[in-house]
């Protein structure tokens, strides 16, 4: 296969607000506990923990880019819901005035394109995020009791497999390699996260990678086995190394499957829906070069985007849309009934 465009580069250059046919929108923290529902019942009542998210662009709900990554809710959203809370402010728009009562549900840190190592497709590391947070300790923004009702949501989708085999001219073999490291790497950050006081942390195992559309040439018929066996390698590792953490630690820390729910709901969203072809990506570009979002040098866009972005599967090449990630979110809700033992 060929080596395709650089991943979430796309983003930089996606200055529009506002795509053509008006589906991607801001949409504001203090809305998302209306706007991102989670069925009735599922929610604790009168609990309000905070949440503190840390992660790539499967969790950023606007440190990188000022809309989320799905066109509409992502998970963050969805599991703030389940929290009985609101979406947390993100890191970057922490001082804004309008922002400061957010701060009750907690912080997002969240970057889309990080990975755990030191380099991805940005320099925002997720040990850099952790830094953020520890600097928000310290200036007292969150206090221990802050810390003791609280909950942590980790993603690692992918982007230190993406970006060296993307970016560095990496193969899958090195990718493979890579896995160890990267996991380790990701135990220490959650961790280090858990020592500084959070009670509960979900950790995300790595998607399907090889049904995203990016590492898929088109038309997009299969997912790619070998991407996908590395996704599960990736997961195999990271739970065996939380099997093995401190006895103390373990109630800690809840893996969330991320690779079976997004399977099922790609299966389901085939059976179930008229949408021509789950593996196509609502929102792309018009060639490989290109992204959802992305216009040429004279401003004309270079990508459409689909009919029915309701019922598609993938918003653009890498994210679920809100269809989606709904789907997937309604399969973690037993895993996430662990965290509502907080406290
Ligand atoms: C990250 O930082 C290094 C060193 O400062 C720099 O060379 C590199 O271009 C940066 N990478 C990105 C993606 O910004
Ligand atoms: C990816 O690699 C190219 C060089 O091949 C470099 O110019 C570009 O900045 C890199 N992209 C990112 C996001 O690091
Ligand atoms: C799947 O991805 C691997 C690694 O990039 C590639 O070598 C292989 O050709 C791909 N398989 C298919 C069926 O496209």
Known sequence: ME??????LGFLFFSLVTISTGQV????????????????NSSPKGHSPKLFVFGDSYVDTGNLQPFRSSGGCVLTDYIASFLGINSPVQYEKRNLAENKAELKNGMNFAYGGSGVLKEAWNNHSMTIQINNFKQQIKEKVFTKYDLENSAALVSHAGNDYTYLYLNQSGTIKDVHALAGRVVDQLVKNVKEIHELGVKKIAILGSPPRGCWPQLN?????NCNATWNEESRFHNQLLTEALKNVEESEKNAFVF??????????????????????????CCDGVSDEYWCGMKDQKGAEMFTVCRQPESSF???KVH??????????????????????IC
Not at 3 to 8: P, Q
Not at 321 to 341: K, M, T
């Open 256 to 281: 969330l499957d991320l690779y079976k729910a997004m399977d099922l709901a790609l299966q389901k969203n085939k059976e179930n829906s008229d949408y021509e072809n789950p593996l196509e990506p």
């Open 25 to 40: 929108k801001e949409i504001k923290n203090s809305e998302t506990l209306a706007m991102c529902p989670v069925p009735e």
């Open 217 to 221: 040439p088109r038309p997009r018929t």
């Open 314 to 316: 993938f918003w653009d």
């Open 3 to 8: 080596k395709r465009g650089s991943l979430f």
């Open 320 to 341: 679920p849309s809100q269809n989606g990630v709904h789907a997937i979110f309604l399969d973690l809700i037993p895993s996430l009934e662990r965290l509502l033992l």
